[in-house]
């Protein structure tokens, strides 16, 4: 039997959001097991921290049960008299779905709050994992690799994952123990999605070598968290050197002469700091193709949220 800490949950919770100025929170709550839990812990801290809390549910209409999910959310809010606000969006097709869900999620969160409000999500160390072994198939680099932070800020939102290294059977037990209330998202089980084959196939064959699996990944993301921050804050000292005084725009004539690899981490660093998007290396290497183009075409460079275009010595990318 796994060891586990009554308090684990509460206590995680807790050290997060007192680590704010703020006191404004919103749960992304899915109505599932995880982002129940999350709710719950907060609700009871809110009895003694005195904090503002609301919820916010995204449905993606892809699910059977989709409208019975977005009823049972407000249901849950209401009895716990917390203000909760539901928005339906639209998956224009079903190609890489968990990535346009993904990115849905977080630009509606991101839309329908402030910039004083801090949003919490109910990720832990088991979705942690499954992000590394993602990432490491997708060919991220090092920032990729270390996989989520607990607080990101997106947009002049801030994201913050309080159960982001605890394991999923601690918030189990959690809900067992408070008999909390939740559906099940069925397209948990389809092993037609990546996140999903890699939970169910790949990393309990691993476990049953490893036993020890978690903490192997954990030390390494930790490690690859720390090498992202100390690059990450090099590239960001000399990057300015290479924009203009419009970030959204970078110098071709200044940054063609440097080493291919600095080229690689200046761009793969100036991307995500407009738009919060890990391109791989393949990526980034047809972005240096377009830098090199001599026609007046204005060669486009499009990934989900991240559009690029060349106008004569400048590359050009749109905030989201």
Same mark, same amino acid.
């Given at each position: 039997?796994?060891? $586990?800490?009554?308090?684990? %949950? ?17 749960? +992304? ?51 716990? +008299? ?25 630009? $509606? ?113 930790? %490690? ?18 290479? $924009?203009?005084?419009?970030?959204? &725009?970078?110098? &071709? ?39 090199? $183009? ?27």
């Amino acid at each position: 039997m796994e060891n $586990t800490n009554p308090n684990l %949950i509460l206590d995680a919770c807790s050290k997060l959001i007192s680590s704010f100025k703020n006191d404004q929170f919103i749960v +992304a709550f899915s109505g599932g097991e995880d982002s129940s839990v999350l709710l719950h812990a907060m609700v009871e801290l809110k009895k003694v921290k005195k904090f503002n809390l609301r919820t916010i549910h995204i449905n993606h209409n892809i699910q059977d049960n989709s409208t019975e999910v977005s009823e049972h959310c407000l249901r849950v809010s209401k009895n716990y +008299a917390i203000k909760h606000s539901s928005y339906n969006v639209e998956i224009d097709n079903l190609s890489n779905i968990e990535e346009k869900c993904r990115i849905q999620r977080y630009n $509606t969160l991101r839309k329908h709050s402030h910039v004083g409000e801090i949003i919490l999500t109910a990720h832990h160390l088991n979705d942690q994992i499954e992000t590394f072994f993602l990432r490491m198939l997708r060919g991220s680099g090092i920032k990729g690799l270390s996989s989520m932070n607990m607080c990101t800020t997106l947009h002049e939102r801030i994201i913050a994952r309080p159960l982001l290294r605890v394991p999923k059977h601690e918030l189990q037990n959690y809900s067992k123990k408070n008999m909390i209330s939740y559906i099940e998202d069925q397209s948990n089980y389809d092993t037609r999605l990546d996140r999903n084959y890699i939970r169910h196939n790949i990393i309990p064959e691993l476990k049953k070598k490893w036993g020890s699996l978690d903490k192997i990944i954990l030390n390494n993301l930790d %490690i690859l968290s720390i090498q992202s921050d100390v690059l990450g804050s090099y590239i960001e000292s000399i990057s300015t050197a290479y $924009t203009s005084d419009d970030e959204t &725009i970078l110098e &071709i004539n200044k940054i063609i002469h440097e080493d291919y690899g600095v080229k690689v981490l200046l761009l793969h660093h100036w991307i995500f700091k407009i738009t919060s998007t890990n391109l791989n290396l393949r990526h980034i290497n047809e972005i240096l193709k377009i830098m090199n $183009t001599n026609n007046d075409s204005n060669p486009l460079f499009l990934f989900d949220n991240v559009k690029i275009t060349k106008n004569g010595t400048k590359l050009i990318i749109q905030k989201p």
